[in-house]
């Protein structure tokens, strides 16, 4: 009796354990898009507060390493690598802070790894490696932010897999609308936008005859298409409230 007992607690632990695994993406998800709307404003963050409170973001950062995308979708594993990127930013930030740029951090984004669901990674091989080479999606470059003014604004929730499509239209459209973002001057007919567009302009073309054409899919008032494009200088200053 004690022998069957035994199997149907180990069988029990074991079933537990795969549902919590099924569902960690899931669970992630939710625990990160609740600390975003908590500590996000306007795309700015506060760091002073997350460094004096630093357990509340080291508790979801820790929790990364845990995570199991062999069963997700494409969508999953997205949304996913998205969050985790934007959540790794502002721990390195707040465990470090205060700075005043995430520059100031040898190898922020390019040597420095992290423990992601199973994998040693820096934040460029998230950024790239998982998500920009893999899913060819120029979206992508609106939900990502690296804790600089210059990025686009930083979204006050986590995206998900059942709303993706939406949310990454939305950050676009956003993005491309903000006169701070893309500015047009119409007495010259020069456009000066970020940086980000000559970084990964072959992406933008993909599809596209220019990247103004790119951005004019987004627009609300679309830009003619005779104005030249210059880029400004990227500011990157931290996005600290």
């Given amino acids: ?68 995308l062999s069963k997700s979708t494409e969508a999953q594993v997205k949304a996913f690598y998205i969050n985790a990127y934007n959540l790794i930013v502002i721990h390195q930030i707040a465990k470090y802070y205060p700075l005043k740029s995430a520059l100031d951090r040898n190898g922020f984004f390019d040597k420095v790894k992290h423990d992601v669901a199973g994998e040693s990674l820096t934040l460029d091989q998230i950024e790239k490696g998982k998500v920009i080479l893999k899913f060819r999606d120029p979206r992508v470059h609106f939900a990502f932010s690296c804790a600089a003014t210059g990025c686009p604004e930083l979204a006050n929730f986590a995206f998900n897999p059942e709303n993706l499509e939406e949310q990454l239209v939305s950050r676009t459209t956003r993005a491309v609308n903000n006169p701070e973002f893309i500015k047009v001057d119409n007495q010259t007919k020069k456009v000066n936008v970020s940086m980000i567009f000559k970084w990964y302009e072959k992406e933008f073309l993909e599809g596209n005859a220019t990247v103004l054409a790119y951005i004019n899919k987004y627009r609300t008032q679309k830009i003619p298409g005779d104005y030249s494009i210059q880029f400004y200088d990227y500011d990157w200053s931290l996005n600290s409230l």
């Fill in 1 to 68: 009796m004690k022998h069957i007992l035994f199997i149907l607690l180990i069988t029990t632990l074991q079933f537990h354990n795969t549902l919590l695994q099924a569902q960690s993406t899931s669970t992630f998800n939710q625990q990160a898009d609740q600390f975003f709307r908590k500590n996000v404003m306007k795309g700015k963050v506060n760091y002073k507060s997350l460094k004096d409170n630093f357990s509340e973001v080291d508790k979801l950062y820790s929790s990364l390493q845990s995570i199991d």
